[in-house]
């Protein structure tokens, strides 16, 4: 099993956590909110990384919020100011539907691919033998 203990997870929010709806929040993908805080619980740190801006970012992290995922930084690390000034968001993993390898899939009906979190969970947390 990967070590999750202070990991910091860079995590897009449209088509990684929910449908892809923008401007508006779209469904909650299967697993992401469970996935998510079984990495918190083992001591990952998120940073909601996303091209949201002004009151679509604050619906995001509201979301996030009532769905009981508390962020480490909202489109930023909030500790790496210390030995940079890059915009970038330092991550040591990053979770996003446009990712190259990420795990998608592509629902009927559905605009773009989207995160399978039942693959992420196996990816990050793989059954013991």
């Not at 299967?30 to 079984?38: A, D, H, Q, S």
């Not at 629902?107 to 979190?117: L, M």
């Amino acid at each position: 099993m990967l070590d999750l203990r202070d990991l910091i997870i860079g995590l897009d929010f449209d088509g990684t956590v929910v449908t892809h709806a923008y401007p508006f929040i779209g469904e909650p993908l299967p697993g992401c909110i469970e996935v998510l805080k079984r990495c918190i619980d083992s001591g990952a740190k998120i940073c909601l990384n996303t091209m949201r801006s002004g009151d679509k970012l604050e619906a995001a992290v509201q979301y996030l919020t009532e769905n009981g995922i508390e962020l480490y930084g909202i489109n930023c690390n909030p500790k790496q100011s210390e030995w940079t000034d890059s915009p970038k968001v330092h991550a040591h993993l990053y979770i996003d539907d446009a990712a190259l390898g990420a795990p998608t899939i592509q629902p009927p009906g559905r605009c773009r691919p989207e995160i399978c979190w039942t693959t992420v969970e196996s990816m990050l947390f793989p059954p013991q033998y």
